[in-house]
């Protein structure tokens, strides 16, 4: 679908059901700034990109490329200045910090927002489950490691059924190793329930272990669009998996990689194992 120049919409109107694609982006770009004092900036330049119904596209780039942009124009909360986006009508966020409520306890921070009733305690006591979490639905915010609490986040994404998952780099803030326990489980929660997912990330080993498609923004374009053809579950001493890395460190400018963290994991905090 293609977008009449300078004409922006969004419009949250596609169905996987109803359509080949659960997210279609067409000649989206977006401008910052453009005062007296100050150039704009054009962080996305006639963007286009097609999510299919149950496929997970991880973005890469360097800071300031347009990764989060392109994230807050899925989520609805920026509009294009130019082009059309098509996204579910059902889709959640989960961000680096988990934004929880910390005056009310676990569950209902999963289900804040939800219509109140038996059925919605017993989907977030459900979703609350499936993190590994079940016994922690009446814990305060305060008392939970931080990978607990980007569990309580991911439940409080799931308990909503998205059909597009947004994760804008949701483990950043965690140790090396807590990083690597969230990525499995998020692994398995995409493989439970197959929403599209696009998710953030600096991390390159994350993005080859996670992914079905790769994508590097640079100056505002797609540098690269890969599909990763590796079977699950994936492991970094895999070649295949090494030569992926290479190539996505070149493209982000990184031509002497040093081996990677998850082969190494930090000690984690003592308050992370919790």
């Known amino acids: 679908m293609a977008a009449a120049p300078h004409d922006a919409l969004t419009a949250p109107a ?15 770009g977006k401008t910052y700034g453009g005062t007296k004092k100050t150039a704009a900036k054009r962080v996305l330049d006639a963007v286009d990109l097609d999510i299919r119904p149950g496929e997970f596209v991880v973005l890469l780039g360097p800071s300031g490329t347009g990764k989060t942009t392109l994230l807050r124009l899925l989520a609805g909360l920026e509009t294009p200045d130019a082009g059309t986006v098509l996204v579910p009508q059902r889709r959640t966020i989960v961000y680096q910090e ?61 308990v909503r059924q998205p059909e597009l998952l947004l994760l804008d780099e949701p483990f950043a803030a965690l140790d090396a190793l807590t990083r690597l326990h969230m990525q499995d489980l998020v692994g398995d929660l995409y493989a439970r329930h197959r ?14 272990r996670l992914a079905d498609r790769i ?16 079977p699950r579950p994936r492991h970094t001493d895999d070649p295949a998996f090494t030569a992926l890395r290479r190539r996505l460190l070149a493209e982000l400018g990184v031509h002497d990689p040093a081996p990677p963290a998850s082969q190494a994991p930090a000690a984690p905090d003592p308050k992370e194992s919790r």
Do not use: C
Not at 101 to 110: A, H, Y
């Open 98 to 158: 988990p934004r929880l409520v910390q005056t009310l306890r676990v569950l209902p921070n999963v289900t804040l927002g939800q219509r109140r009733g038996d059925a919605t305690r017993d989907a977030g006591r459900t979703a609350l489950a499936e993190v590994g979490l079940a016994d922690k639905e009446r814990s305060w915010p305060a008392t939970l490691s931080g990978g607990e609490a980007q569990r309580v986040a991911l439940a409080r994404a799931l």
């Open 14 to 28: 596609l169905s996987p059901a109803a359509s080949p694609v659960a997210v279609r982006l067409r000649g989206v």
């Open 215 to 230: 994508a590097v923004l640079r100056d505002g374009r797609f540098a690269v669009d890969v599909r990763v053809d590796l």
């Open 195 to 208: 929403p599209a997912v696009l998710l953030v990330t600096h991390d390159v080993d994350e993005a080859v």
